[in-house]
């Protein structure tokens, strides 16, 4: 467990805290493409890492990022006017560029030049794979964005969506290394039967092992399959706190990220997809289906099925058996026990963990130990090593001799092209 000092240091991400200089570190996925679909297209409000902006898509198409209040009166810039390459406020009509730079300023004689003296806050935003990326760190050290292999391919070939989620980011980011709830939280209560029956669901006492790597962890979960053979379920953990789904060879893959709004908000992004072919229609059925990752969300982003209704639950579907939670979708059960795990930022020192909790402790410790070296003075090298994020998980039975890492190695290598 964490002691309380351990966890305000990993679950505040605020200006000038420990964990929000880490964070600034990274590239971080925001909002989706669709969210500024054209060039002068309206701004939207944006609160990320505790601070509020404004972004906007100019008329050149590039992403601008700046604080959210004009530094004349400190009018919001979310009313301003997207014109000509710049962003208009509109209370005084200043001018600012995708740079910070003020450059217009309307109510002041020219002959003062009181414009080339103003900036406002700007932060760096680009556009990959349909997401709107967003770097919030020292100009001097901006990295590359993470080459994550999802980003190369067509938009037939993935499908990128995304939530609110009201709970501090790392809950989330605990639950996707947590192999051993899938045998519970996402499964029936009833016995497996037939040939075909998922490990996961026969054996629920996995064994792990956790692997260093220059992105981050690889997290194995060992469990009895039928002969000599063992069921490996890989969870790559990539820093700051990107994940990938173990996912069966040759099927689809699954990315999600967990991106502080402020302490006990955060923005997850998920995305499925396939390296060599566009998505089918069955691919998408089955990816919004029951079973399914993605999340059912309205207009604003804010889960369907959420804590105010209580997830809608049916207790005659959880009794049953065919459901052991009685909630719909796998994201949504996701949702229940993190958002409701003694509130929005849990209590870990209060925890009891067991050996099923290796991943969780891992992912812990990788960050509070990068945290650490950040605040003497040592950079983290996965920002500046794009290529390190080059990598699949998998989910696949080999035979018990053969150690997960070797049996493994084929399905963790990324090809589509970057």
Request: charged share 25%; aromatic share 10%; proline share 7%.
């Amino acid at each position: 467990m964490l002691t309380q000092d351990e966890n305000r240091l990993l679950t505040q991400a605020g200006p000038g805290t420990p964990m929000g200089e880490l964070f600034r570190r990274y590239w971080l996925p925001a909002l989706l493409s669709e969210e500024l679909p054209a060039p002068d297209c309206s701004p939207l409000k944006l609160t990320l890492l505790n601070e509020e902006l404004v972004v906007f898509r100019d008329t050149n198409g590039d992403i601008g990022v700046l604080d959210r209040f004009c530094p004349h009166r400190g009018a919001s810039l979310y009313w301003g006017r997207n014109e000509e390459a710049g962003l208009r406020c509109v209370y005084h009509g200043w001018k600012f560029d995708i740079t910070g730079a003020c450059v217009d300023m309307p109510n002041e004689p020219p002959a003062n030049r009181f414009a080339e003296r103003v900036m406002t806050n700007a932060y760096q935003g680009v556009e990959r794979g349909g997401v709107i990326w967003i770097y919030m760190g020292p100009r001097d050290l901006t990295p590359a964005v993470p080459d994550l292999e999802w980003a190369h391919v067509p938009d037939t070939y993935r499908l990128v969506t995304k939530r609110i989620q009201h709970c501090n980011y790392l809950q989330n980011v605990e639950g996707e290394v947590d192999s051993s709830h899938i045998s519970f939280l996402h499964s029936s209560n009833r016995p497996p039967s037939g040939e075909n029956a998922n490990p996961s669901a026969a054996d629920r006492h996995p064994v792990f092992e956790v692997k260093e790597t220059d992105y981050g962890l690889a997290i194995s979960a060992r469990r009895d399959a039928d002969g000599d053979k063992y069921y490996w379920r890989i969870t790559q953990f990539l820093m700051p706190t990107y994940t990938m789904i173990p996912s069966t060879p040759g099927g689809t893959i699954s990315f999600t990220s967990a991106v502080p709004i402020d302490d006990t908000n955060m923005i997850g992004l998920t995305v499925t997809w396939r390296p060599d072919k566009p998505l089918s229609e069955p691919d998408v059925s089955r990816i919004k289906s029951w079973t399914g990752i993605h999340t059912e969300v309205d207009a604003d982003y804010e889960a369907v099925r959420n804590k105010q209704n209580d997830y809608l639950i049916d207790r005659t579907l959880q009794k049953s058996g065919e459901s052991f939670t009685g909630i719909r979708g796998t994201r949504e059960q996701d949702l229940a026990v993190q958002e409701d795990q003694r509130g929005p930022i849990t209590k870990r020192w209060m925890e009891h963990l067991g050996s099923a909790d290796l991943g969780v402790i891992a992912t812990r410790k990788r960050l509070l130990q990068q945290v650490r070296q950040l605040q003497e003075g040592t950079e983290p090298l996965e920002p500046i090593s794009p290529h390190f994020y080059r990598v699949r998980s998998a989910a696949f039975a080999e035979d018990r001799s053969i150690p997960w890492a070797e049996a493994g190695a084929p399905f963790f290598v990324a090809t589509a092209a970057g």
